[in-house]
């Protein structure tokens, strides 16, 4: 893999659109990341983060040297340009109520991470009015214990106030960012659990987000 240029191993479209998004958070909201060691080289893997904002997505996978899937809401498919891109991105079209209840995306899910390639997930399912961490819900739990792959967490810090829930948008703000360890799939299950066992999982995973610290800041 070409660390310098990492988006030649990538799609076209996907590939164009990380170098401009990374581009953009380098400009307009330069925070610090670390532990992009953390990150595997190869395989299908979940990155579990906190959702604070509408630059959450784009900012981490900005980040990640490979290119990754995303869900989109099924209503977003009204044909033109927009539906183009995420077809063309790799999407996962997904039902308003979440993963956890679509059986066609969950597949999709499944044979994504199957094939060798990551996916980006928000357990606590909708974005933070103030960035305070939420309460998890099973989604990301249930398709971490079926797909049995390591799960990165992900927390992003101040995305809510470079663009929060009705807020305008704030270039400027500093966006940081840290990738934790992998978390093994033994970390995450608990097969005793019966029917909590995918909020069991979802919950671990949080708190793993949430013990993540905010990155130092880099003097030069």
Not at 57 to 64: E, T, Y
Not at 192 to 209: D, L, N, T
Request: aromatic share 8%; proline share 8%; charged share 20%.
């Amino acid at each position: 893999m070409s660390q310098s240029f990492p988006q030649v191993l990538m799609t076209p479209v996907y590939g164009v659109s990380h170098y401009i998004f990374a581009t953009a958070h380098g400009m307009f909201f330069r925070g610090e990341v670390a532990g992009i060691e953390n990150i595997p080289t190869t395989g299908g893997f979940l990155i579990a983060a906190n959702h604070a904002s509408h630059l959450d997505p784009p900012a981490i996978g900005s980040q990640v040297p490979r290119q990754i899937a995303f869900f989109a809401r099924k209503t977003l498919w009204k044909g033109g340009r927009l539906s183009w891109w995420m077809d063309q991105a790799g999407c996962i079209p997904v039902d308003r109520d979440g993963a956890g209840s679509d059986v066609s995306a969950i597949k999709r899910v499944l044979r994504t991470l199957q094939d060798g390639r990551p996916l980006i997930l928000f357990p606590e399912g909708t974005r933070s009015h103030d960035g305070e961490l939420q309460t998890a819900k099973s989604g990301v739990g249930m398709i971490a214990c079926r797909a049995r792959v390591p799960v990165v967490p992900v927390r992003i810090f101040d995305s809510h106030l470079a663009w929060g829930r009705g807020r305008t948008i704030k270039p400027g703000v500093p966006v940081s960012i840290v990738f934790g360890q992998p978390m093994p799939i033994t970390e995450i299950e608990d097969k005793s659990a019966g029917k909590e066992r995918y909020q069991i999982a979802s919950e671990r995973i949080m708190a793993r987000i949430a013990s993540l610290p905010r990155p130092p800041v880099t003097v030069v």
